[in-house]
């Protein structure tokens, strides 16, 4: 069984006058372990159909199945849920919580989950010495540089012990040096932890790096191909 | 740690929070003070008319205070008074004799309660003796003194050592007269009582009277907290007779005492409902700028429960740290003025028609502080009912879509 169905996804936005076609009848899955870039321009539907596949947002049609479970057809509550206990999110503008430190923020969605505060403290100490930065835990996001940020939201995203990774353009609004960094984290987390990444990007330096690269264009799949980086 | 970040995200904008804070804090700082200032009247009120003439509690014979007749009065007095000081929890009782009569002067007459006392028991039991404006309340060597208010004086003309003819019935139906000599004046703060009352000894009322009567015993008890104990006590030892207290003798200031709490509540309530819009308009802007972070922590998993949980216990930190300002310097406030008092002596004639005196002495009852914070969590509940639901309702993936 695959970790991510995807059967004939449709989601179309009719907030404006002409309805607009995000993506239309996409259908693929992704394998546990895989470290996967979906690729194309701007407009593409890359983003609608991560927040698809991570339960941000609901398709107009089709069907979404992760780890065993439709999550095309839950209630919000219920997706809320399910997003806590089974993804992890890496968003582009990294969004932490401003007002807690890098440690806190890794050990808030161990909170969420109910987790005993010893746990939280031990696993949010690895977690920040795997991302590298247990030297900053106390300092809060605007003391943290941009690839600083980034990285403890990964650990964020792994905080949970999620079933697979979405990061939404990761290295976007990061340096080169930095943009290298946290690729070389995500893989390490891939090779030597078997986490499953998928990332959107139109990134080059990160589609190089990716084990299988999924086109969109206009909503569609385009191409599926395995991609250069080595696969775990 | 919910609450943590709760209490962190008030201070985002110390700007807009402190000044959220300092307005819920001015507000409720009028508010304690005003109600410091109508809690003060009230109670001087309450406190003025017992220590003018209405003591605690007093006795009658049944059907006195509704007829006024001479000779409803209370059998065995002297025995009944004795029993009474006896009581537990009574400081004093002045027995009184209580007829209206007519006072007349060389060139006016009016209508009068008069009140035959001893002097020395009606001294511990009221302030008349101690509200003294000319003369003293029976202190020097006068044959037939009588003390009337300055009100009353003015009314016939007289003044001090004034010649005044008061005249009544006897039990009997004959009217006597009985010629006194104005030993003292008193000005109380309640224009009505100084209007119609007047003061003589028992001593020279009783031959005049033809025998001894008693019509009302006034009793003066130790703390008002014990003012049911001693009045249930004494009512079982004088079936008989009718025992009540000034709660029942003057229900308009019962009234009035019971009604100032709940006008307090209303007054509060409407400076929290002021406040309410500006809560809500300041967690509101919180929240809108807010709306990819709250994304961002619905899509990693935090229930809407919890998050309308973060947006209340925020709104409570900001409200709450205000009315905890706000009401210490409105309870510092009161304290300070309540030790010295506030001179409304501009208002004095207007005051006096309540039988309010004209120094003001702040109080709180601490009965409001509990009231106070009941109102605070109320209206910050309230306030953040809007914001959180604006919160609660965003779809993650817009909201993080969103700049900010």
């Known amino acids: ?232 | 740690m919910l609450a943590a970040i709760a209490w962190k995200n008030v201070w985002r904008s110390k700007r807009r929070s402190g000044i959220m804070i300092a307005a819920i804090a001015a507000g409720l700082w009028g508010g304690v003070f005003a109600v410091g200032m109508f809690t003060g009247m009230y109670d001087a009120m309450v406190a003025a008319a017992i220590d003018r003439n209405l003591t605690h509690v007093q006795v009658h014979a049944p059907g006195f205070r509704e007829e006024r007749l001479i000779g409803l009065a209370i059998p065995n007095p002297d025995s009944v008074v004795a029993a009474i000081r006896s009581n537990r929890g009574v400081e004093t009782v002045s027995p009184r004799t209580v007829i209206e009569a007519i006072a007349a002067s060389p060139t006016s007459t009016q209508g009068v309660s008069l009140f035959g006392v001893d002097p020395g028991s009606e001294r511990a039991a009221t302030s008349v003796s101690r509200r003294m404006v000319a003369g003293s309340f029976f202190e020097g060597g006068e044959r037939t003194p009588v003390v009337i208010g300055r009100k009353l004086a003015e009314k016939l003309g007289v003044k001090l050592r004034a010649k005044l003819v008061l005249s009544f019935q006897r039990p009997d139906g004959t009217i006597v007269y009985g010629a006194f000599r104005i030993a003292g004046l008193f000005d109380t703060e309640a224009t009505t009582f100084d209007g119609r009352t007047v003061f003589v000894r028992r001593a020279d009322l009783d031959p005049l009277v033809g025998e001894l009567l008693i019509h009302e015993i006034a009793v003066r008890i130790a703390s008002n907290d014990s003012l049911e104990a001693v009045a249930g006590a004494l009512s079982s030892r004088f079936p008989a007779l009718r025992v009540e207290t000034w709660k029942d003798l003057a229900p308009e200031l019962k009234i009035t005492a019971e009604s100032a709490d709940i006008t307090m509540g209303i007054f509060l309530g409407v400076i929290l409902l002021a406040l309410l819009f500006g809560i809500t308009n300041t967690m509101l802007m919180s929240v809108l700028e807010r709306t990819r972070e709250f994304g961002v922590l619905i899509a990693i998993g935090m229930k809407r429960t919890r998050v309308f949980g973060m947006i209340l216990t925020e709104t409570l930190f900001l409200s709450l740290t205000g009315a905890v300002v706000g009401v210490a310097c409105g309870s510092a406030t009161v304290l300070w003025f309540g030790t010295r008092g506030i001179d409304l002596s501009f208002f004095a004639g207007g005051l006096s028609l309540y039988g309010i005196s004209s120094f003001l002495y702040p109080v709180v009852h601490p009965v409001m502080y509990p009231t106070v914070a009941i109102m605070v969590v109320v209206a910050a509940c309230a306030s953040a009912v809007y914001p959180g639901v604006r919160a609660v309702r965003l779809r993650p993936a817009t909201a993080i879509a969103t700049f900010g």
Not at chain 1, 6 to 32: C, Q, R
Not at chain 1, 102 to 118: D, H, P, T, Y
């Open chain 1, 1 to 232: 069984m695959s970790l991510i169905s995807l059967t004939n996804i449709v989601k179309i936005y009719n907030t404006t006058a002409v309805p607009v076609h995000a993506v239309s009848g996409v259908t693929l899955a992704v394998e546990w372990q895989e470290f996967t870039a979906i690729v194309g321009p701007s407009g593409s539907g890359k983003t609608t159909l991560l927040n698809i596949i991570g339960g941000l947002d609901s398709p107009t049609a089709g069907t979404v199945v992760v780890n065993g479970v439709d999550i095309s057809t839950m209630s919000q509550d219920a997706l809320i849920n399910f997003r806590l206990h089974h993804i992890g999110f890496v968003f582009q503008a990294y969004n932490l919580i401003p007002v807690l430190t890098a440690a806190e923020n890794v050990e808030f969605i161990m909170l969420l989950q109910g987790v005993e505060r010893r746990k939280r403290e031990r696993r949010t100490r690895e977690l920040l010495e795997a991302v590298g930065l247990v030297d900053r835990a106390a300092s809060r996001p605007s003391e943290l540089s941009g690839g600083e940020q980034q990285r403890v939201a990964v650990a964020r995203a792994l905080a949970s012990t999620p079933s697979f990774v979405l990061a939404d353009e990761p290295t976007a609004n990061l340096d080169t040096a930095s943009a290298m960094a946290l690729l070389e984290l995500m893989e390490h987390l891939n090779h030597e932890h078997g986490m499953t990444f998928i990332f959107s990007t139109h990134d080059g330096r990160v589609i190089k790096r990716a084990h299988r690269v999924i086109t969109l264009q206009d909503g569609m799949v385009t191409s599926d191909l395995p991609g250069e980086g080595v696969p775990s």
